[in-house]
Antibody, heavy 121, light 107 residues
Framework: EVQVLESGGGLVQPGGSLRLSCAAS????????MSWVRQAPGKGLEWVSV????????FYADSVKGRFTISRDNSKNTLYLQMNSLRAEDTALYYC??????????????WGQGTLVTVSS | DIQMTQSPSSLSASVGDRVTITCRAS??????LAWYQQKPGKVPELLIY???TLQSGVPSRFSGSGSGTDFTLTISSLQPEDVATYYC?????????FGQGTKVEIK
């Protein structure tokens, strides 16, 4: 059974940092692109970032470019999102989602339950 | 960047009604278009990919069409369990933007 499980969310002050993790199981992790999608309270879905299966290519939303870094460790079946210079508007539920193939342009076929990030003083 | 615009933002329909949601891309995305369903308090789920291909397990009352810039999601006969917010997503090129969502309710 395909599973992705996020962790690492919490309360952080503006300007602070946080690293999210997403542990994957039930599939050959390195063969699939992985994405982060966020949802602010009461708002819609916002695509954040994607990394190809090999980890060679990464892409970001303009709203997080230069502050967030997506990465993966295929030996540990784990996806990461390093978030720096956090702002109040980064407050959201962060979902980890699997792409349907190893390339960045693929639909998201499995989603985790999300981990909540709150940026507040 | 490609912008995705959904309409309407919300709708209310009766059980058994045919419901249509549209999604327009600001530039052509071929058929790299997905639809997701998010029920209240739940995780989004993939409904349709490649504009018109039904994800495994999704009821056949859901269908998608379109190519280029204009896409539609149709529910042929609305059921109570279809109450949800529906999102389209461009995955032709990054940023892989979502539409703002369409909230579907039962009248």
């Amino acid at each position: 059974e395909v599973q992705v499980l996020e962790s690492g969310g919490g309360l952080v002050q503006p300007g602070g940092s946080l690293r999210l993790s997403c542990a994957a199981s039930g599939f050959t992790f390195s063969r699939y692109a992985m994405s982060w999608v966020r949802q602010a309270p009461g708002k819609g879905l916002e695509w954040v970032s994607v990394i190809t299966g090999s980890g060679d290519n990464t892409f970001y939303a303009d709203s997080v470019k230069g502050r967030f870094t997506i990465s993966r460790d295929n030996s540990k079946n784990t996806l990461y999102l390093q978030m720096n210079s956090l702002r109040a508007e980064d407050t959201a539920l962060y979902y980890c989602a699997r792409g349907s193939n190893s390339f960045h342009n693929s639909e998201l076929d499995y989603w985790g339950q999300g981990t909540l990030v709150t940026v507040s003083s | 960047d490609i912008q995705m615009t959904q309409s309407p933002s919300s709708l209310s329909a009766s059980v058994g009604d045919r419901v249509t949601i549209t999604c327009r891309a600001s530039q052509g995305i071929s058929n790299y278009l997905a639809w997701y369903q998010q029920k209240p308090g739940k995780v989004p789920e993939l409904l349709i990919y490649a504009a018109s291909t039904l994800q495994s397990g999704v009821p056949s009352r859901f269908s998608g069409s379109g190519s280029g810039t204009d896409f539609t999601l149709t529910i042929s006969s609305l059921q109570p369990e279809d109450v949800a917010t529906y999102y389209c997503q461009n995955y032709n090129s990054a940023p892989e933007t979502f539409g703002q969502g369409t909230k579907v309710e039962i009248k």
